[in-house]
């Protein structure tokens, strides 16, 4: 028989802005998951987060990381890219959603909160328009139109080898 | 604050969500999803009044959100 640890009690949930160091050292459990339960393809690409692309995007400011976390324990975060558009460059800084995941038992509000963190973020650093997209397995829609976005794209893709 | 819904807040949530509320009650144990959450915190916002983004992220239990109306009563 398989002992089931017994699940504690979700504490206290908070949403902060970290610096990469700090939320990559404490995610790097959760990306397996994360990856196991959204990326597409996985026969053929492998999870393998390159750390010292992120670092380059930090140092230029273009990194914008959210964590939630439950009395100090990560527990999901957003990860955004904060730049200007190559068609719009004057158009100030775009928010382009990079990946975001919780553990599921916290998918009961939290989710909604860290959006709502997240936009609140973005919009304290000035963003002019924010890019958020969602699995077709995972669909969103209604939340992120709740949320005031618009859908604009249809996003596909194909496996070439 | 203008007050669109005839009975209380707390009347209000209850109904919705078809349960038995204290102040302690954390909306994680009673609502299904984000999504629930989310409509129902923009229902609470459009029937009672003005909550922003960032306050409801830190709205955890239903106390927390009958102390907000009855502090934005007071103001």
């Not at chain 1, 999870?47 to 992120?54: C, E, G, I, T, W």
């Not at chain 2, 078809?18 to 302690?24: D, G, Q, R, W």
């Not at chain 2, 009672?48 to 983004?53: A, D, E, L, V």
């Amino acid at each position: 028989m398989i002992a089931v640890e017994p699940q504690k009690a979700i504490g206290r949930v908070t949403f902060a802005t970290e610096p990469l160091a700090k939320w990559f050292f404490d995610a790097r459990p959760l990306f397996p998951l994360h990856y196991e339960e959204l990326a597409m393809n996985q026969d053929a690409i492998k999870l393998d987060l390159d750390a010292s692309r992120y670092e380059e995007l930090e140092e230029k400011g273009a990194l914008h990381i959210a964590t939630v976390r439950d009395n100090g324990e990560l527990v999901g975060y957003f990860v955004s890219f904060l730049m200007p558009h190559l068609h719009y460059a004057s158009a100030g800084t775009m928010a382009y959603t990079d990946m975001y995941w919780l553990k599921p038992r916290y998918r009961t509000g939290y989710g909604a909160k860290l959006l709502l963190y997240v936009e609140h973020c973005w919009r304290q650093l000035g963003c002019t328009k924010a890019y958020l997209s969602c699995k077709v397995k995972q669909d969103h829609t209604a939340m992120f139109k709740l949320l005031g976005f618009e859908l604009s794209d249809f996003f596909f893709v194909k496996l070439l080898r | 604050m203008e007050t669109h819904y005839p009975g209380s807040l707390l009347e209000f949530l209850e109904g919705e969500l078809c349960a038995k509320l204290t102040p302690e009650t954390r909306f994680a144990s009673v609502v299904e999803d984000s999504l629930s959450f989310l409509q129902l915190m923009l229902d609470v916002r459009e029937k009672f009044g003005p909550i922003s983004n960032e306050q409801l992220t830190s709205i955890e239990t239903v106390g927390d959100l009958l102390r907000h109306y009855e502090l934005a009563e007071v103001t």
